[in-house]
T-cell receptor
Framework: GAGVSQSPRYKVAKRGQDVALRCDPI?????LFWYQQALGQGPEFLTY????????KSGLPSDRFFAERPEGSVSTLKIQRTQQEDSAVYLC???????????????FGPGTRLLVL | KQEVTQIPAALSVPEGENLVLNCSFT??????LQWFRQDPGKGLTSLLL?????REQTSGRLNASLDKSSGRSTLYIAASQPGDSATYLC?????????????FGGGTRVLVKP
């Protein structure tokens, strides 16, 4: 596709509900990243995939957060039993891998704005 | 742990004035540094990427400098326009081969008044 797409763009959930956020990376991009951006702050890293392998999940704030990329393209970030502190914009980014290192420019999607009431 | 700080948090200038945005980072072992623009409700758009071996990058009215030893980068925007109003974020990529997550600063919110 032309860019990274994310859906839904907005999600309102009641506290305790489970939510699933989808990311479609740029075609051919091996690397995929999830970031969480709280209001008025910079994005913070959550997790990273290279193809279908989740190589780094050090940023996931709790075991309620789970991400997958089963076929190495589309990724889903799932949040179980949502809490009010989970309210944020969730950004997805993808990039190429050159020489085995995913250090090229990351292209970001528009984000999913999650509001937990 | 890498920490990235952007000062000021907000900036308001009249149209035509030059903008100077500052970014500092605590760990100089970086692979590259990027400047992004974020418009309200939108994702991030990459403006400039500076490799650790470079001192500066230029694109149109934008110029970014990097002083790795002092842990600083500056983004200059010449002759600002109302369309430059946005939040500007800097982010560093670690040098270590296994690390590829960007660490962001908190951003500088810019308003250019016509």
């Amino acid at each position: 596709g032309a860019g990274v797409s994310q859906s839904p763009r907005y999600k309102v959930a009641k506290r305790g509900q489970d939510v699933a956020l989808r990311c479609d990376p740029i075609s051919g991009h091996v690397s995929l990243f999830w970031y969480q951006q709280a209001l008025g702050q910079g994005p913070e890293f959550l997790t990273y995939f290279q193809n279908e392998a989740q190589l780094d999940k050090s940023g996931l704030p709790s075991d309620r957060f789970f991400a997958e990329r089963p076929e190495g393209s589309v990724s889903t970030l799932k949040i179980q039993r949502t809490q009010q502190e989970d309210s944020a914009v969730y950004l997805c980014a993808s990039s190429l891998v050159v020489g085995g290192l995913a250090k090229e420019t990351q292209y970001f999607g528009p984000g999913t704005r999650l509001l937990v009431l | 742990k890498q920490e990235v700080t952007q000062i000021p948090a907000a900036l308001s200038v009249p149209e035509g004035e030059n903008l100077v945005l500052n970014c500092s980072f605590t760990d100089s072992a970086i692979y590259n540094l990027q400047w992004f623009r974020q418009d309200p409700g939108k994702g991030l758009t990459s403006l400039l990427l500076i490799q650790s071996s470079q001192r500066e990058q230029t694109s149109g009215r934008l110029n970014a400098s990097l002083d790795k030893s002092s842990g600083r980068s500056t983004l200059y925007i010449a002759a600002s326009q109302p369309g430059d109003s946005a939040t500007y974020l800097c982010a560093v990529m670690p040098f270590k081969a296994a690390g590829n997550k960007l660490t962001f600063g908190g951003g500088t919110r810019v308003l250019v008044k016509p």
